[in-house]
């Protein structure tokens, strides 16, 4: 894709004073959905325009009445963190048929609604395109038949589309994500979890059928996040002969002392004859050729439910007032766009360019040709499947490639989920490029203390879904330590380090890579990746770990403020970590609904929290019943939580009452989540891949010596892309006394929680998506799609 052109504009020059925009959900029903519709009418608002739900889906449309309502700012209260769609979600047969477009078209007209904004899979996408096409004739076929005025076939001549892909499937080409497809991922790895604790105790084969009749995205990427012996999806079938393969793998699993096995079938696989492969023929083949006591689990419309992820509110919320900001730029020529996510950036394609490439997949999936197939669903599907057969399938040590070289992994810093997925993958990665594998427990501290040992591929079998680190992490930076673990590098021949951790992790490359001018034992290739609940590592977007934390955050903010139902009306004011870091503050706010979030990167003071307290004095005065506040830990030394809680308590008085909560520690612990589990597992894997690069590069005359900047890089997300970058130039990038960047990219989604949340606040939209144009084959660099 092209790059959008910047364009400084802010959004108060884009008015929506004198417009119509309805929104409307179809097809199947996917968590986030209500975050998004929450999104486009408190934005529709907020610029000026009437905003109207649609009921029921097309249904709605074309039966009107009471279907068509007009949205207020607190129609949408308490929405967000609620599954499914509570506008509600049908299947039209009549809105197929010229008829009910005919009929859905005047009800519009009687409203004079003109914006359109569907959320829905390629099926609801497609029939707004239709209609929009159809609109003109159909306007001037109501003023044949008497039921709108000439006049009106002028005043409403053009139907404005934007879409929002709302599938738990993520089976819509031209997105990375697609709304829903996170907590459906939740919902699978929640389950996979718990089944492998008693699959563990019975030492059971497991099959799990998991939904995607024509998609296999939730059973490739829940197989990755789980380290699945075995996966079967639709778009690559597997070999013939599959099935003794298969067993081979599951018996030198079991041979390895390993006491499960779990096998992730998508519902829709098929093998190469295009014949179906369902749960049932895998138990009866295991119980055949192995005898192993098996069991079926069919996940069914488990994975629709429950409440969203902090991923897909925040995914939902950005692209509801990226629709609004769509539909007050288009014109009459406008071709219907979609909103869709592109690494980390919004971008608006062309709907019928994304639906027809969609169904081109389908269509190299009935004509066998799988690898064009994987080709077509995009570089994040195939990097996924290339990264679970380098994982789960071990190659037999004739193949592997000799390289001798050792390569140590470690953790620094303080815990975060998904460490323990990246040390698996880097291990795993390793030896199959030919790598002597180390392992580091304790950080540096455990280095220049000897604690080394070689790790092998069993040894890390299992840790995908294990919290913390399991090599143990600290805090300690190298330099005081630096000349004992030099010795330690020389005993064990180390020529290539793997940091996995946070700022510590970061400041200890720097002092490593100053070290070289003194200990030829650093001359070699070093890379980190950035592992940190705070998310506050120069030099990418994303940590692992952050996504688990926001969850936790979000998960307790929602307890938090429905333990607040059926009583008077109340304030919670929630502190949460992050150092000086605002991240966590400001879209676990977002992600959670709040007021307001208090960040030490935004300076605030007196004036601002009397100007809180008054706007959620008036918020109360209305059917809104509690309010949420989040405040980083090192917002500010003078106003801290005591000094809110007690400042709101007072001010509050007669209008709400306060409570205050520090969420602390838990938001370190607990399960990795789906995200990071695979975030953490395949930068890890191209971090590796990197390592080997340099190795071969930099090993001249017996050995490797590796001095230059490019040598000892971060491999962080920036955009769109993943990008290894010297970590000497990214020191001016960092402000070391408060350990955050000096720029971060979550600041511009500030604005959007103040908007939502009813305050008047600027926002540069010069990052908005413009309309861009889908291509097959994207530069490699910019998968940045790599976490999911």
Not at 43 to 53: E, I, Q, R
Not at 177 to 185: F, N, P, R
Not at 438 to 445: C, L, M, N, P, T
Not at 448 to 460: N, R
Request: charged share 20%.
């Amino acid at each position: 894709m092209a790059q959008p052109q910047s364009k400084k504009i802010f959004f108060e020059n884009l008015s929506g004073a004198g417009k119509a925009i309805a929104v409307l959900t179809s097809g199947g029903d996917a968590q986030g959905m209500n975050a998004a519709v929450r999104a486009v009418v408190r934005m529709g608002l907020y610029v000026g325009a009437k905003v109207y739900f649609i009921h029921e889906g097309y249904q709605g449309m074309v039966d009107g009445g009471e279907n068509i309502e007009e949205a207020s700012w607190e129609s949408v209260s308490s929405m967000l963190q609620v599954g499914g769609t509570v506008i509600g979600s049908a299947r039209c047969k009549e809105f197929r048929s010229h008829e009910g477009r005919l009929k859905a078209a005047h009800n519009l007209v009687q409203q004079g609604i003109t914006n359109l904004c569907v959320i829905g899979g390629d099926g609801s996408l497609t029939g707004a395109n239709l209609f929009r096409e159809e609109w003109s004739g159909l306007l001037t076929e109501l003023v044949e038949q008497g039921l709108i005025e000439a006049d009106a076939v002028q005043k409403y001549s053009a139907l404005h589309i934007v879409g929002m892909v709302g599938s738990i499937d993520n089976d819509f080409c031209g997105t990375d994500m697609t709304i829903g497809t996170d907590s459906a991922l939740h919902r699978i790895i929640e389950v996979v979890d718990a089944i492998m604790t008693t699959a563990q105790s019975h030492q059971r084969t497991f099959v799990l059928e998991v939904m995607g009749r024509h998609c296999g995205y939730l059973a490739l990427v829940s197989a990755l996040a789980c380290g699945a012996d075995w996966v079967l999806i639709p778009e690559m079938p597997p070999e013939d002969g599959w099935e003794d393969k298969m067993c081979e793998k599951l018996s030198a699993n079991r041979a390895g002392m390993k006491r499960l096995n779990i096998i992730i079938v998508a519902e829709g696989a098929i093998d190469r004859s295009n014949r179906p492969i369902t749960t049932d023929n895998i138990k009866d083949l295991v119980v055949k050729c192995l005898g192993f006591d098996t069991r079926v689990t069919i996940l069914g419309h488990v994975q629709r439910g429950g409440t969203p992820s902090a991923f897909d509110r925040i995914l939902a919320s950005r692209m509801g007032v990226e629709a609004v900001l769509a539909l007050l730029e288009t014109t009459a020529n406008t071709p219907a766009c979609v909103v869709s996510l592109c690494g980390n950036q919004s971008v608006r394609l062309p709907l019928m360019e994304c639906v027809q490439m969609t169904q081109e997949v389908q269509r190299a999936m009935d004509g066998k040709r799988f690898e064009e197939a994987v080709k077509l669903r995009g570089r994040s599907f195939e990097n996924n499947l290339k990264t679970y057969k380098l994982l789960a399938h071990r190659k037999p040590e004739s193949e592997l490639p000799i390289s001798n070289f050792n390569v140590a992994v470690l953790n620094v810093g303080a815990p975060s989920a998904g460490m323990n997925a990246a040390v698996r993958s880097a291990v795993r990665v390793g030896i199959s490029e030919g790598h002597k594998m180390f392992a580091v427990s304790d950080g540096f501290e455990g280095f220049s203390k000897g604690q080394i040992k070689e790790i092998k591929w069993a040894d890390v079998g299992g840790w995908t879904g294990q919290g913390g680190s399991l090599l143990g992490t600290k805090r300690t930076l190298p330099a005081k330590h630096v000349d004992k673990i030099a010795e330690q590098m020389r005993e064990h021949n180390i020529n290539a380090l793997l940091i996995v951790g946070g700022f510590e992790a970061f400041e200890s490359l720097l002092q490593l890579y100053e070290a070289r001018a003194t200990h030829e034992e650093f001359c070699i290739p070093m890379c980190m990746l950035p592992a940190t609940i705070s998310n506050n590592v120069p030099g990418t977007d994303l940590s692992i770990g952050a996504d688990t934390a926001l969850n936790a955050i979000v998960e307790t903010c929602d307890r938090i403020k429905q333990s607040a139902s059926g009583t008077k009306r109340r304030v919670f004011i929630i502190e949460t970590m992050g150092g000086y870091c605002g991240y966590l503050a400001s879209v676990g706010g977002l992600a959670a609904g709040a007021d307001a979030a208090y960040i030490y990167e935004e300076p605030f003071d007196i004036r601002d929290l009397q100007a809180n307290v008054e706007h959620l004095t008036e918020k109360m005065k209305t059917s809104i019943q509690r309010g949420l506040v989040l405040r980083n830990e090192n917002c500010n030394e003078n106003y801290t939580t005591d000094f809110i809680y007690q400042l709101y308590s007072e001010e509050g008085r007669g209008v709400f009452d306060s409570r205050k909560n520090v969420l602390g520690h838990m938001q370190q612990g607990g399960a990795p989540s789906p995200f990071d589990r695979n975030f953490g597992t395949k930068i890890s894997a191209k971090a590796m891949q990197w390592v080997t690069k340099k190795l071969v590069e930099t090993f001249r005359q017996g050995r490797v010596f590796a001095n230059t900047e490019d040598t000892c890089c971060l491999l962080g997300m920036r955009g769109r892309a993943l990008v290894f970058q010297p970590v000497v130039q990214l020191k001016g990038e960092t402000d070391f006394v408060h350990r955050i960047p000096k720029e971060q990219w979550w600041l511009k989604l500030r604005p959007l929680m103040k908007i939502l949340a009813k305050y008047k606040t600027s926002y540069d939209v010069s990052d908005s998506g413009q309309l861009e144009h889908v291509v097959r084959n994207r530069p490699r660099e910019s998968d940045a799609s790599v976490a999911m």
